[in-house]
Nanobody, 121 residues
């Protein structure tokens, strides 16, 4: 059974930094895309960043160079380094893996439990 466990959230002052981590465990054949999404109260979940197996990355427009996504394939882990945080970054952050549990399985989405990021003004 695949499980994604997140860590690294917390309370920081505006302008500060946090690094989020998300590690997968269980039966996994291959991981295609790793990503981060966030959801603030009363808003839809939105894309923060994604990274594919080849290393290419994509970021939401609001990132503006402040965040960096990276992955460690050996550890089955994705990271999100967040710098110059703003109060509007306050949200629950969820990691997402698109993976195949076995060779014959379809590629499916798996989600972490979410970690709260709060940025004070």
């Amino acid at each position: 059974q695949v499980q994604l466990v997140e860590s690294g959230g917390g309370l920081v002052q505006a302008g500060g930094s946090l690094r989020l981590s998300c590690a997968a465990s269980g039966g996994i054949f291959s991981i295609n895309t790793m990503g981060w999404y966030r959801q603030a109260p009363g808003k839809q979940r939105e894309l923060v960043a994604t990274i594919i197996s080849g290393g290419s990355t994509d970021y939401g427009d609001f990132v503006q160079g402040r965040f960096t996504i990276s992955r460690d394939n050996a550890k089955k882990t994705v990271y999100l380094q967040m710098n110059s945080l703003k109060p509007e970054d306050t949200a629950v952050y969820y990691c997402n893996f698109k993976l195949k549990a076995t060779f014959w399985a379809a590629t499916s989405d798996y989600w972490g439990q979410g970690t709260q990021v709060t940025v004070s003004s």
